[in-house]
């Protein structure tokens, strides 16, 4: 007897969306919620016994970015990006595929630029030995690693965009997981 496919059964996801939606994403929301705790434990701090600590605002502001660049491609995926589709979806077949395939290369180029743009900074961080403004002495290379990482998972996303878009599919179309996908 020979077993068929359910077709209800959800799609087996790709081991790239299984990396970003678990330890990235995972990692983003842990650096996101530290960086909130942190802050609300400065602010009652501050207001109810007039403490502030001097690592507190570095610290939720390299939180903060880490948990922005860590997220870049996953939030692409899920379709968290801007998308002005007034103009797009009033527009014939062709025109449109020539929009998608624009705002594809586009990512792809913003995502290479922003790489290439970091990768000097950083290596000037490294060879200068440059530390963060506080008594935290947090190397400025690790803190803007996070540039080239995060533009390496948008990078991820745009390429997969263009996959997408040359199997004839909407390279936009967002992958929204279910319950059970989480």
């Not at 939606?21 to 996101?32: K, N, Q």
């Not at 077949?93 to 705002?103: D, E, I, P, V």
């Not at 403004?133 to 400025?140: C, F, G, W």
Request: glycine fraction near 8%.
């Amino acid at each position: 007897m020979e077993s068929k496919r359910d077709d209800r059964a959800p799609a087996r996801r790709s081991w790239w969306d299984r990396f970003e939606s678990g330890p990235v994403l995972s990692i983003a929301a842990i650096l996101f919620a530290a960086s909130t705790l942190i802050m609300l434990s400065e602010g009652l701090n501050r207001s109810l016994r007039d403490v502030s600590f001097f690592w507190a605002e570095e610290s939720v502001r390299y939180l903060m970015l880490w948990a922005f660049f860590l997220t870049l491609g996953l939030a692409g995926r899920r379709g968290y990006h801007i998308r002005t589709e007034l103009l797009v979806d009033h527009v014939g077949r062709g025109l449109r595929r020539a929009m998608q395939f624009l705002s594809v290369a586009a990512g792809i180029l913003f995502s290479i630029a922003l790489f290439a743009a970091s990768i000097p900074q950083l290596t000037r961080y490294y060879t200068m030995g440059m530390m963060s403004e506080s008594n935290l002495d947090i190397p400025q290379w690790v803190i803007f690693m996070a540039m080239p990482i995060g533009a390496a998972l948008l990078f991820g996303y745009y390429v997969h965009c263009l996959i997408v878009f040359f199997n004839g599919r909407d390279p936009f179309a967002t992958h929204e997981p279910s319950g059970s996908e989480l």
